[in-house]
């Protein structure tokens, strides 16, 4: 199978089902937001040296590309067809964030993002992570979304902000504070 078709050269693109849309789209920039959103997740594996995020950030990308799936459906019927995301992922999200935070001091104040290029990376990917769930909330005000898709990011993008905390407490770097005192 080749990887370039052509068929996209006019700036459109098919989903699952019949008919093509422009490549701006709002469905496509959301699950395009997801697909970033993946990728950047990638990085953050290839920088988890003592690998204490594949175990987990391996299923979670996985569950990415269902959601990506799910919002490239066009029909019912080709919904029906996919493995879909439901509750309990949403479940095990918060259930990440609650055993992870238990080894966090707890959060006084903002801190910017940073530190370890682990932690970094996990900080850059909740962004990534917020913006696509911009991009969903802007197609659900256009066309009807799960719910549910809008919790698991919203999940998704509380457990990496923990994540990288968490990161950071590990390699024993010191979060930075947010100083919101204005130069004098």
């Known amino acids: 199978m080749k990887i ?4 996209g050269d006019d700036g459109s693109t098919g989903l699952l089902g019949p008919g093509r849309v422009s490549k701006s789209a709002p469905r496509v920039e959301a699950y395009g937001s997801v697909d970033e959103l993946n990728a950047a ?12 995020l594949a175990e987990s950030l391996g299923p979670v990308q996985g569950q990415l590309f269902q959601f990506g799936a799910e919002l490239a459906a066009t029909t019912p019927a080709m919904l029906e067809k996919l493995q879909r995301l439901g509750e309990d992922e949403v ?21 910017l993002p940073g530190g370890s290029a682990l932690a970094s990376q996990v900080h850059a990917s909740r962004a990534v992570c917020r913006r696509a769930e911009r991009r969903l909330v802007a197609l659900a005000e256009l066309e009807s979304v799960e719910p549910r898709l809008i919790r698991y990011l919203n999940r998704l993008g509380d457990l990496l902000f923990v994540m990288a905390r968490w990161c950071n407490h590990r390699e024993g770097v010191a979060e930075s504070p947010w100083n919101s005192h204005p130069r004098g």
Not at 4 to 7: A, I, M, P, V
Not at 42 to 47: D, F, H, M, N, T
């Open 4 to 7: 370039y078709t052509r068929t």
């Open 91 to 111: 479940q095990a999200l918060e259930q990440w964030i609650d055993r992870l935070e238990l080894d966090l001091p707890k959060l006084t104040q903002f801190i």
């Open 41 to 52: 997740l990638g990085v953050a594996r290839s920088l988890d040296r003592q690998s204490w």
